[in-house]
């Protein structure tokens, strides 16, 4: 992916175009000063057309396969992991 790059005192005189620039281009934002990157602005991912924002981690309608894949617990492990689950939960 190719990175767009503006120094520090353009993006802060043309703050208002820039996000809109970064979401509809798709390329990341590199803020500079004195020639070196100090931020970068990146498009939102987002998980349906009408703008809701993803979360974060592992699609939950996968979960089950992916699990089905992983290495078996044995019943001490599973019981350990029942219990960390709980302590989480609660």
Same mark, same amino acid.
């Given at each position: ?9 353009k ?6 175009d ?6 509809h281009?798709g ?8 020639g070196?990157?100090?931020a970068?602005?990146?498009? =939102?991912p987002? &998980? ?6 993803? /979360? %974060?981690g592992?699609p939950?309608?996968?979960?089950? =396969?992916?699990? &089905?894949r ?5 019943p /001490? %492990?599973?019981e350990a ?5 709980r302590?989480?939960?609660?």
């Amino acid at each position: 992916m190719t990175a767009l790059s503006v120094n520090v005192s353009k993006f802060s005189r043309n703050l208002c175009d820039f996000p809109h620039q970064v979401q509809h281009s798709g390329q990341v934002l590199d803020i500079t000063r004195f020639g070196r990157v100090v931020a970068r602005v990146s498009p =939102a991912p987002f &998980a349906s057309s009408a703008g809701a924002p993803a /979360a %974060d981690g592992y699609p939950i309608a996968q979960l089950d =396969a992916h699990l &089905a894949r992983g290495p078996r617990l044995d019943p /001490a %492990d599973r019981e350990a992991m029942v219990k960390d689950l709980r302590a989480q939960r609660n």
